[in-house]
């Protein structure tokens, strides 16, 4: 096993999740980061949040997914195994040094929904906006769109999430990776 997964979160890690939205023909959400100081080449992501207290990481993927989309027309198509590790550096200031970084459960669902069901700019329940700007990407051009310290992340997801890329079979099972 790499240093980057795990059965569970390390030590020092915050529990969160991270989502891939899939749409139909196998491409991927990803989000702009709205937030000052995000390098302007590196500043896409897929959503991803931390997991709350009694809530299942599951749930939580959910929750962020709508929270950050107000997308709630999903399916569960696949997990990855485990919890994906990556370090924080020092100069982000996230979480004011009570985490070195973030511990991810990776999970990915496919969109039933029309692109106008997507809003970025007025988040559901008055949750704070995360994105500026939306688009689908393809997953393997994922990684080189991040932050270099979650790229390591990116590419397990790429190789894990692959066989979703073409398009879903009618029915066809969630399945864990």
């Known amino acids: 096993?790499?240093?980057?997964?795990?059965?569970?979160?390390?030590?020092?890690?915050?529990?969160?999740?991270?989502i891939a939205l899939f749409a139909q023909d196998g491409r991927v959400f990803m989000g702009k980061r709205s937030q000052k100081g995000a390098i302007p080449q590196f500043s896409w992501q897929m959503p991803q949040g931390g997991i709350d207290g009694g809530e299942g990481a599951l749930q939580a993927?959910?929750?962020?997914?709508?929270?950050?989309?107000?997308?709630?027309s999903v399916r569960l198509a696949a997990e990855i195994e485990g919890w994906l590790?990556?370090?924080?550096?020092?100069?982000?200031?996230a979480f004011r040094?009570?985490?070195?970084?973030?511990?991810?459960?990776?999970?990915?669902?496919?969109?039933e929904g029309?692109?106008?069901?997507?809003?970025?700019?007025n988040p559901p329940d008055g949750h704070s906006q995360e994105f500026s700007r939306w688009r689908w990407q393809s997953l393997e051009e994922t990684p080189a769109l991040v932050v270099p310290f979650k790229r390591a992340v990116y590419e397990t997801v790429v190789e894990g999430f692959m066989p979703l890329t073409q398009p879903p079979l009618r029915g066809a099972p969630s399945q864990a990776i």
């Open 85 to 93: 590790h990556y370090d924080l550096p020092a100069e982000v200031g």
């Open 97 to 111: 040094g009570r985490y070195r970084g973030q511990a991810q459960r990776w999970f990915a669902f496919r969109f």
């Open 1 to 18: 096993m790499s240093d980057l997964r795990h059965h569970k979160p390390r030590r020092g890690y915050r529990p969160c999740v991270g």
């Open 114 to 121: 029309a692109d106008d069901e997507i809003d970025v700019v």
């Open 61 to 72: 993927a959910l929750r962020e997914l709508y929270e950050e989309t107000s997308v709630k």
